[in-house]
């Protein structure tokens, strides 16, 4: 499968303790974005990599969020000192920036349960 | 504010018929739109997109028509099938469609009945 693969699929939580999910786009795809999900909403932009580097990030990404692409492949979302808000769907796409047009392909997402 | 509008949560349309989903936007900027399909538990799957100087694109039984003036866009799907069955997702973004970020409607789902 040359998609993009998320880990893990579910997380479970404690408010208050500390989650870390990882993303790996499609192999030659240099663009990574993080979303989020939640009930009834559609997918809101958290952030996204071009390479290695962070070009944007969103008013939702509060200072509790931190993202890292170390090395231009796959991608971590941390989540530090967890909420129950912070419970949603974590969607992760990647794509390629010479392709004309940028098509963003999604993984199958992180569901994440604080409680 | 909302800058993209699906204003039906929900269609519901026989197996054979064709389904309509429709999507407003308020941004002029936007001249990529994209649709996607969402299954329960995963992730959305791209299905079809369409440039702003374009005013339709076809792609098997999916067609999307763009109506710029009126800052409207519909995905036709026809015939429709069983396996049709999921939450439809309308998308713009802006600056030559490369750009940061990928502004979602709040989806539509549509069931198709045998």
């Known amino acids: 499968d040359t998609g993009v693969s998320q880990d893990p699929r579910h997380k479970i939580t404690k408010r208050g303790q500390n989650v870390t999910f990882r993303c790996d786009p499609i192999?030659?795809?240099?663009?990574l974005y993080w979303y989020r999900q939640t009930l009834g909403q559609g997918p809101e932009f958290l952030t996204y990599f071009q390479n290695e580097a962070q070009l944007e990030k969103s008013r939702l990404l509060s200072d509790r969020f931190s993202a890292e692409r170390p090395k231009g492949s796959f991608s971590t979302l941390e989540i530090q000192r967890t909420e129950q808000g912070d419970s949603a769907m974590y969607l992760c796409?990647?794509?390629?920036?010479?392709?004309?047009?940028?098509?963003?392909?999604f993984g199958p997402g992180t569901r994440l349960l604080v409680l | 504010d909302q800058q993209v509008k699906q204003n039906s949560p929900s269609l519901s349309v026989q197996e054979g018929r064709i389904s309509i989903l429709n999507c407003d936007y308020t941004n002029s900027m936007f001249d990529y739109f994209l649709w996607y399909k969402k299954y329960p538990a995963e992730g959305p799957t791209f299905l079809i997109s369409i440039s702003s100087i374009k005013d339709k694109n076809e792609d098997g039984r999916f067609t999307v028509f763009l109506n710029k003036s009126a800052k409207h866009l519909s995905l036709h799907i026809v015939p429709s099938q069983p396996g049709d069955s999921a939450v439809y997702f309308c998308?713009?973004?802006?600056?030559?469609?490369?750009?940061?970020?990928?502004?979602f409607g709040k989806g539509t789902k549509l069931s198709v009945k045998p």
């Open positions: 998308a713009a973004s802006g600056e030559g469609g490369s750009q940061g970020n990928l502004i």
């Open positions: 192999s030659e795809h240099n663009r």
């Open positions: 796409a990647s794509s390629l920036e010479i392709s004309t047009p940028e098509t963003q392909y």
